[in-house]
C-alpha cells in the first residue's frame, strides 16, 4: 500500500505563497498519478492539481491555473504544491492522493484515488 504524508500548511495574507509536501511511502502496488485535493468547509473534495509519475506531466483546475505549480521529486518520493497569489477561496484542507489511474479524465474523480495522506490547512486572510 502507499502511506502520504503532507506537510506546509499554514496561515498566510492574501497575495502570499505556502509550499506543500506529499512524503509518499510505497511498499506495493505502482502508481501512476498523484494530485492534489482541496475541500472547504461545507463544500465536496476537488481535484486541484495531477502530475503523472512517470512523464511528470502536469494539469490544473482553472481556478488555480498560473498560480499554483505541482512537481515532483523522484529520487525523495516527494510531491509538491507551491501555490502563489494565494485567494481567500483558496482556504481549505489539502489532501495528497496517488493512485493507478491511466485514463486522463479518471484522474480527476477523488472517489478513483485510494490512497490518501491526512491533510493539512490552508487559511488565506
Not at 36 to 42: C, E, M, T
Not at 52 to 70: G, L, P, Q, W
Not at 76 to 87: D, I
Request: net charge positive; hydrophobic share 35%.
Amino acid at each position: 500500500h502507499v502511506q502520504l504524508v503532507e506537510s506546509g500548511g499554514g496561515s498566510v495574507q492574501a497575495g502570499g505563497s505556502l509550499r506543500l509536501s506529499c512524503a509518499a511511502s510505497v511498499v506495493s502496488v505502482s502508481r501512476s498519478c498523484m494530485g492534489w485535493f482541496r475541500q472547504a468547509p461545507g463544500q465536496g473534495r476537488e481535484a486541484v492539481a495531477l502530475i503523472s509519475t512517470r512523464s511528470s506531466a502536469t494539469y490544473y483546475a482553472d481556478s488555480v491555473k498560473a498560480r499554483f505549480t505541482i512537481s515532483q521529486d523522484n529520487a525523495e518520493n516527494t510531491m509538491y504544491l507551491q501555490m502563489n497569489s494565494l485567494k481567500p477561496e483558496d482556504t481549505a484542507l489539502y489532501y495528497c492522493a496517488a493512485d493507478q489511474i491511466n485514463r486522463y479524465l479518471s484522474r480527476w474523480t477523488t472517489s478513483n484515488y485510494r490512497y490518501w495522506g491526512q491533510g493539512t490547512q490552508v487559511t488565506v486572510s
